[in-house]
């Protein structure tokens, strides 16, 4: 049988119980007759931990350094685990990213990752041992210094790992039985995804979901590397995140007991949401070429990502504008910065932040032939007495900006309107704590 690799978040492997059981599985793969490759995650809130550990000695901790801090977190489990899985009588090695082939650029704190040449990995499987590696982390092709690949990561590790060895598949382990159709923690009745295309992973990854780091979707779908979605904690069948072409075919090879398959795709497949958000508004903008130029150069400038704008239409006596963009909050104080400075040349009003935003968004490959889920999703939000601040949509996805305390009421709506809730409350499962 082929090579499995298998990846497991902070949540399960928090402590020496849960490495234990974790091994457990881990030999009970191998025993199956796979090669299994392992990517873990640092134990709990350790990455947390370090990060405030760094900030209490420093006030601004310099990135190679914060780098070679944080990978010590997935040292220790992935060591922990290589010697709980040598108590059951099979041989597991631990490697380090940078031992494991993970090469990356040099850029601290959210290293790409540009090659993997996994050949001490390989040996180790040749041999029969059981790899082990430790996620989010590799080495700089040009610098040779210990990079980080960004929070959440290792799920970006596991797959850039499964993608070199020619994996069959590459099993995520995490504290909920897959994907759902809505955060369960906010709607009651969210139903598990049994199979999802890369496509609507990555809107769903992109718009909030938390469930798959959206570098981790990107690389799967450019590798076709199938992902098994599961929870360390039950034996369920989690969620597969494939090609949308391969759907049918799962669905008739594996059939899920109790599931009523429907006649057509449904319309959405999913509703994400995300507070991670803030909003800026340049109030009294000039209605001249060239000046929404000069404002989103400056945002560039300053390595910020945007991700809704809008420009009001300008009132005809002033011919002046308003435009807005919503942004990472953390990014938030750098772009009020940065715009400030600009104030005097674009001879704009003033500025306004918001941070009390969130954005709501239907998820779904089925909107492309269907017409009128817009009206249907406004409509819903509309009779749940929630206000649309912003707009934005890709062709299988829209998105609204909301008040933040309107977040869950917009959710609820949107997963009635389209029909997604099961018969039954309460089907999903959150067995750690923290949803990674
Ligand atoms: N330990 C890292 C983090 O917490 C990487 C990961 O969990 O994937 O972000
Ligand atoms: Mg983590």
């Keep these: 049988m082929g090579i499995v690799v298998q990846k497991y978040g902070g949540s399960s492997v928090a402590d020496a119980t849960s490495v234990k059981r974790v091994a457990q599985r881990i030999v009970a793969t191998r025993k199956a007759g796979h090669d299994v490759v392992v990517v873990v995650s640092a134990m709990g809130d350790t990455t947390d931990d370090l990060i405030d550990l760094a900030n209490e000695v420093s006030p601004l901790p310099p990135a190679r350094e914060l780098d070679m801090l944080l990978t010590a977190g997935e040292r220790i489990s992935m060591a922990v685990l290589a010697m709980a899985i040598g108590s059951l009588g099979h041989e597991a090695r631990s490697f380090t990213g940078s031992q494991a082939g993970v090469i990356t650029d040099a850029e601290h704190g959210r290293a790409k990752i540009i090659d993997v040449t996994p050949g001490r990995i390989q040996t180790a499987l040749d041999e029969g041992a059981i790899a082990i590696v430790a996620g989010f ?22 797959v850039a790992l499964a993608a070199a060895l020619e994996a069959d598949v590459c099993e995520i382990y995490t ?36 469930i798959l780091h959206l570098r981790c979707v990107e690389y799967a779908r450019r590798n076709q590397i199938p992902i098994h979605v599961r929870s360390s904690f039950s034996d369920k069948p989690g969620t597969w995140v494939v090609n949308a072409d391969d759907i049918a075919t799962i669905r008739s090879e594996q059939p899920v007991e109790g599931e009523v398959l429907p006649m057509e795709q449904a319309i959405i497949s999913g509703v994400a949401h995300d507070r991670s958000e803030a909003k800026i508004t340049v109030v009294g903008v000039p209605d001249k070429v060239g000046e929404a130029a000069s404002i989103f150069t400056t945002i560039a400038d300053a390595q ?50 918001d941070d009390s935003v969130g954005k709501v968004s239907i998820v779904g490959a089925g909107m492309r032939s269907e017409p009128g889920v817009t009206a249907r999703f406004f409509q819903a939000l509309a009779d749940a007495g929630v ?43 959150v067995y750690g704590g923290t949803g990674r």
């Design 304 to 353: 910020i990502n945007i991700d809704m704008v809008v420009q009001n239409v300008s009132a005809a006596t002033t011919s002046l504008t308003d435009i807005s963009f919503t942004l990472p909050r953390s990014d938030g104080q750098t772009a009020m910065t940065a715009l400030a400075r600009l104030q005097q040349r674009v001879g704009f009003e003033r500025l306004q932040y």
């Design 137 to 158: 982390q590799g080495v700089s092709q040009t610098t040779k210094d210990i990079t980080t690949l960004g929070r959440g990561g290792s799920d970006t590790t596991a």
């Design 175 to 210: 504290d909920v039985d897959g994907i759902f159709t809505a955060d369960p923690r906010i709607v009651a009745t969210a139903r598990h995804i049994p199979q999802i295309s890369y496509e609507e992973t990555l809107e769903m990854a992109a718009n909030g979901a938390k």
């Design 387 to 429: 206000n649309i601040g912003m707009i934005s949509t890709s062709e299988i996805r829209i998105s609204v900006v909301v008040s933040e305390s309107q977040v869950d009421a917009a959710v609820n709506a949107a997963h009635e309107a389209f029909n997604l809730g099961g018969d039954e409350p309460a089907q999903a499962v």
